[in-house]
Nanobody, 117 residues
């Protein structure tokens, strides 16, 4: 079992920045990938950034490439999403996800990011 707790969501003006954090606990050694997803009102949940826990390799959705940065701290069992140049269309609930070596997926409860125009 893996438990994930997100923090850092807030109301911010367009063009501003936010930093989201996800703290993982439980079977940390079983985690292969961690990532951030988001779900806007009336839309499906979408993946926006992932990181390979061992190699550090990252992938980004085109919509956030160049603006968002995902990073991991294996010592603290955290993954962070630095979001810059925020746009109103970035408004969503942001979820942390962990994928284990046995392809089990775990989710946090989410943190709300609201970007005002």
């Amino acid at each position: 079992q893996v438990q994930l707790v997100e923090s850092g969501g807030d109301l911010v003006q367009a063009g501003g920045s936010l930093r989201l954090s996800c703290a993982a606990s439980g079977s940390i050694s079983s985690i292969k990938y961690m990532g951030w997803y988001r779900q806007a009102p009336g839309k499906q949940r979408e993946v926006i950034a992932t990181i390979n826990k061992s190699s550090g390799n990252t992938l980004y959705a085109d919509s956030v490439k160049g603006r968002f940065t995902i990073s991991g701290d294996n010592a603290k069992n955290t993954v962070t999403l630095q979001m810059n140049s925020l746009k109103p269309e970035d408004t969503a609930v942001y979820y942390c996800n962990a994928q284990t070596l046995s392809n089990l997926g775990y989710w946090g409860k989410g943190t709300l990011v609201t970007v005002s125009s």
